[in-house]
């Protein structure tokens, strides 16, 4: 059975930093891109970065270029995203996803991060 | 790039519903959709427009044509009510997102 367990959620300041990790099982990791999306409160879904099976390339969403960082550690069968500088507006449920011909199959049930002072 | 979708659907018990997701050159695209509950992580119901993933009831069908993907569910049932999102894949953009359409049965 696949799963994908996210954690590292909580409350942040302004400017401050955070750092999800999505633990993979029940699949080849590395075998797949992998991706975060994020759902605001009572909003949809945007993606927000991509990365290679081998971490060779990344891709990211414009709002978040220079303040986000996905890495990921195929020995662990880990996936990461380190938030830095944050915003009010990074305020969301974090999904990690396998990310497979342009659609995520999987989901994981996502990790809460709120910026607020 | 934007997707855009009717914020709500009302079907009745039975009856069929039918969800539209309009985008520039949609049908050049492969449209995917996932259904999401309260509470719950988004599920994959159809992918490259018209497939359904394991486990996906046959009364889930797509299809995607000019600027528009539809969703639709066929004997809609109580358990389908949720949210559901297109999705779609452009290079300008990579992954875009529908603004999403709560689906009520009556």
């Known amino acids: 059975e696949v799963q994908l367990v996210e954690s590292g959620g909580g409350l942040v300041q302004p400017g401050g930093s955070l750092r999800l990790s999505c633990a993979a099982s029940g699949f080849t990791f590395s075998s797949y891109w992998m991706s975060w999306v994020r759902q605001a409160p009572g909003q949809g879904l945007e993606w927000v970065a991509n990365?290679?099976?081998?971490?060779?390339?990344?891709y990211y969403v414009d709002s978040v270029k220079g303040r986000f960082t996905i890495s990921r550690d195929n020995a662990k069968n880990s996936l990461y995203l380190q938030m830095n500088s944050l915003r009010a507006e990074d305020t969301a449920v974090y999904y990690c996803?396998?990310?497979?011909?342009?659609?995520?199959?999987?989901w994981g049930q996502g990790t809460l991060v709120t910026v607020s002072s | 790039y934007e997707l855009t979708q009717p914020p709500s659907v009302s079907v009745s018990p039975g009856q069929t519903a039918s969800i539209t997701c309009s985008g520039d050159?949609?049908?050049?695209?492969?449209a995917c959709w996932y259904q999401q509950k309260p509470g719950q992580s988004p599920v994959l119901v159809i992918y490259q427009d018209n497939k359904r993933p394991s486990g996906i009831p046959e009364r889930f069908s797509g299809s995607n044509s000019g600027n528009t993907a539809t969703l639709t569910i066929s004997g809609t049932q109580a358990m389908d009510e949720a949210v559901y999102y297109c999705q779609a894949w452009d290079s300008s953009i990579a992954y875009v997102f529908g603004t999403g359409t709560t689906i009520t049965v009556l």
């Open positions: 996803a396998s990310d497979h011909d342009f659609r995520f199959d999987y």
């Open positions: 990365i290679k099976q081998d971490g060779s390339e990344k």
């Open positions: 050159k949609l049908g050049g695209k492969h």
